[in-house]
């Protein structure tokens, strides 16, 4: 059995340990701005925070995720109002939009650990992100914007 806390909302599950935490989230949660993109953590689209560091759901567990506080694009800020999200839009950031939460989750682990990131930095931090659109510069762009920057 594992207990954990999913934007906010003790939960306790009793399936299977090595479930992804991508598919508890996005089946038994009902939080599907979660998305799977490769499976394998390459890509980013279903990047939440654990603890508030940004990880792969697609790789992370149930086990990996008992005892501790899961944060998804739907509990990062329930009225969007987060400074990537205002971020976000304020530049018209998305194209197609599928990978943009797993982007907002990663930016926004970044500012906490770095409120004033270095453009090597943003870059380096966002690199595990992929962007089908190749909207690369409008989301650089953002997290410098979130940041406070220009």
Request: hydrophobic share 35%.
């Amino acid at each position: 059995m594992a207990n954990l806390t999913v934007n906010g909302e003790k939960r306790t599950f009793s399936g299977d340990p090595n479930l992804p935490l991508l598919w508890y989230l996005r089946d038994e949660v009902a939080l599907t701005g979660t998305k799977f993109g490769c499976g394998v953590g390459v890509c980013g689209a279903c990047t939440i925070h654990l603890d508030g560091e940004a990880v792969r759901s697609c790789l992370t567990t149930i086990a990996m995720a008992d005892g501790k506080s899961v944060t998804t694009i739907e509990g990062l800020s329930p009225d969007g109002e987060h400074a990537v999200q205002k971020a976000w839009r304020q530049l018209s950031v998305p194209q197609c939009g599928y990978c943009q939460a797993g982007q907002i989750m990663q930016a926004a682990a970044l500012l906490t650990k770095n409120r004033a990131p270095s453009d090597e930095q943003i870059v380096e931090e966002m690199s595990g992100n992929l962007c089908r659109c190749g909207c690369y510069q409008r989301i650089h762009a953002a997290v410098r914007l979130a940041a406070g920057g220009v």
